[in-house]
């Protein structure tokens, strides 16, 4: 049975949970909020989770790990990047989807490979069921293969960068670091941001300088 994700929203989760449950997924729906999630608990069939989306363990929790598709529905841009990430990249869901609450956030989220973005208005729950009825093996929103990366990097206690703040680290221009995982927090880099041993660290890159940064933050070559 293919397994679907939903991570934030009510009203949205609600109706997506119905359409998903109705196609034949196994639904899990992930709410912070306690009141919501007695709400979803009402729809038959929909496991439902309280607790925080951008967390690791939270998604664990969920049964996030190779699922099918995982939709992330929160208010907050950055919370949906994260969430999107963390389920593509740490839990290899198989396609991600998140809706933007700011248009100009569109492009960066596609090229950064989420596979479908849906900036947020009236009509987009059915925007979301048609990119769900798409054919699995289908790209949903097209991203430029080749030239985006995202890589996961562990911090030592012996990394050189342990202990420094993100503008004392002199990355590739073409390298950014784009989410921190500490212990149960997902945090959202700012210059002034310490890096601590045991982070990690999700690298967005381009033009393969990865590999450059990952000598620079671990000392390995």
């Known amino acids: 049975m293919k397994r679907a994700l939903l991570i ?15 196609k034949g997924y196994s639904v899990t ?5 306690y009141q919501d999630c007695l709400k979803l608990t009402e ?3 929909l496991f439902v ?13 969920a049964n996030v790990t190779d699922a099918d598709i995982a939709i992330a529905l929160t208010p907050k841009d950055e919370d949906n990047l994260v969430i999107c990430e963390m389920c593509k990249r740490v839990f290899h869901a198989k396609k991600t989807v998140s809706i933007v609450n700011d248009s100009k956030n569109v492009d960066f989220f596609n090229r950064i490979g989420i596979d479908s973005v849906i900036c947020s208005n009236g009509a987009v729950t059915d925007m979301i069921k048609k990119q769900v009825a798409v054919n699995e093996s289908a790209t949903l929103i097209p991203v430029i293969e080749g030239r985006i990366n995202v890589v996961k990097v562990d911090v030592l206690p012996a990394s050189p960068v342990t202990g420094k703040k993100i503008w004392e680290i002199c990355l ?33 890159s381009s033009n393969h300088q990865e590999a450059a940064a990952i000598k620079i933050l671990t000392g390995i070559a």
């Open 8 to 22: 934030g929203g009510l009203r949205k989760a609600q109706i997506l949970a119905h359409f998903l449950i109705e």
């Open 29 to 33: 729906a992930v709410n912070l909020n």
């Open 43 to 45: 729809i038959d069939y």
């Open 49 to 61: 989770v309280n607790g925080d989306g951008t967390k690791p363990c939270v998604l664990q929790q």
């Open 172 to 204: 590739p221009n073409e390298v950014t670091i784009g989410c921190i995982l500490r212990n149960e927090e997902s945090l959202i880099p700012r210059g002034d941001t310490r890096i601590l041993a045991g982070d990690i660290l999700l690298l967005i």
